[in-house]
């Protein structure tokens, strides 16, 4: 969740449309609309119920692919605007951001704290879930902390496609390894940790 890069698009998101070619009060203002656009999609995942209609896995794994499409549109945006002149680098980027927002609220946001909640046993869930919770904030701080850097050091459109390479590799662990909790007792979801994985935990 934390890896995908989400939290640099929070908290630099007037960086990112200044670095992109836009004005300072510009930048301001489509800062504003990111917050709205990421609450869009978390409350369109509530209001739809996906978790419980489409199940756990879909729902992330359409997220993930969505935002790791915005974060292709959001480099290429940065690509465009650092070589060609015009407004089409800054419609890109624009384009990406919020598409990423959106996207990362409708299944990358919620998912994960959802599933969290669900899959550890009674005996361990205190514990685990600290320790996940200490592991997303740890991760969320380490890409906040290393942004800016990356994006001087590899410029804005690699920077960008190192966070889609790392979003696209989610994507493979959790097809990989996730299993779909919906509709099952937090017994059943234990044995579905136990057992050998099989395809059948997919569905």
């Known amino acids: 969740q934390q890896l995908s890069g989400i939290n640099t698009v929070m908290y630099y998101s007037t960086t990112i449309f200044e670095m992109a070619g836009f004005s300072s009060k510009a930048s301001a203002w489509l800062t504003v609309l990111c917050?709205?656009?990421?609450?869009?999609?978390?409350?369109?995942?509530?209001?739809?119920?996906?978790?419980?209609?489409?199940?756990r896995r879909a729902t992330l794994l359409a997220?993930?692919?969505?935002?790791?499409?915005?974060?292709?549109?959001?480099?290429?945006?940065?690509?465009?605007?650092?070589?060609?002149s015009g407004s089409a680098g800054?419609?890109?980027?624009?384009?990406?951001?919020?598409?990423?927002?959106?996207?990362?609220?409708?299944?990358?946001?919620?998912?994960p704290w959802c599933v969290n909640a669900e899959i550890y046993p009674l005996r361990a869930r205190a514990p685990a879930q600290a320790l996940a919770t200490f592991a997303n904030w740890?991760?969320?701080?380490?890409?906040?902390?290393?942004?800016?850097?990356?994006?001087?050091?590899?410029?804005?459109?690699?920077?960008?496609?190192?966070?889609f390479g790392v979003t696209v590799a989610g994507m493979v662990l959790v097809y990989a390894y996730m299993p779909e909790t919906k509709g099952r007792s937090l017994e059943q979801i234990s044995q579905l940790f136990e057992e050998p994985y099989t395809h059948d935990r997919k569905s």
């Open 35 to 55: 917050a709205a656009t990421q609450l869009l999609g978390v409350a369109l995942t509530v209001a739809l119920a996906l978790p419980d209609t489409r199940g």
């Open 90 to 111: 800054n419609i890109l980027t624009v384009l990406g951001v919020e598409g990423y927002l959106l996207a990362f609220g409708l299944g990358l946001a919620p998912i």
């Open 63 to 84: 997220s993930a692919q969505g935002a790791a499409l915005a974060l292709l549109v959001l480099a290429a945006g940065f690509w465009v605007e650092l070589h060609t």
């Open 138 to 163: 740890a991760a969320n701080f380490f890409v906040s902390v290393t942004f800016l850097s990356l994006c001087a050091w590899l410029g804005g459109p690699i920077a960008f496609l190192v966070f």
